[in-house]
């Protein structure tokens, strides 16, 4: 017996700002990694690589952890949505469309 309506499958994939938000944690990771060339260049003194290496440190964090946090949010919401579509259509075979 075929379903007329398939319940909605839970959407693992990350979303899209996700994403951007994982891509820009990688950025400030790979700029941090730049400071030092960027001192040996003459364009950071010690005390502004200092405070941009916390800057960028702290940044990349903070990005990570909202890009965990949103693929978190994403996964749970479409988990629901697959449940409550679930519990609406002929489940388990005693279908009386």
Not at 48 to 67: E, F, P, R, T, W
Not at 83 to 94: F, P
């Amino acid at each position: 017996m075929t379903l007329l309506h398939d319940p909605p499958a839970v959407d693992d994939a990350p979303p899209t700002r996700s994403k951007v938000t994982a891509a820009l944690a990688a950025l400030a990771c790979l700029a941090c990694c730049a400071l030092p060339f960027l001192i040996a260049a003459g364009v950071l003194t010690g005390a502004g690589a200092a405070l941009a290496q916390n800057l960028l440190l702290g940044a990349s964090g903070a990005l990570v952890a909202a890009a965990g946090g949103m693929w978190w949010l994403h996964r749970r919401r479409s988990a629901r949505k697959a449940a409550a579509a679930g519990r609406s259509t002929c489940a388990g075979g005693d279908c009386a469309c």
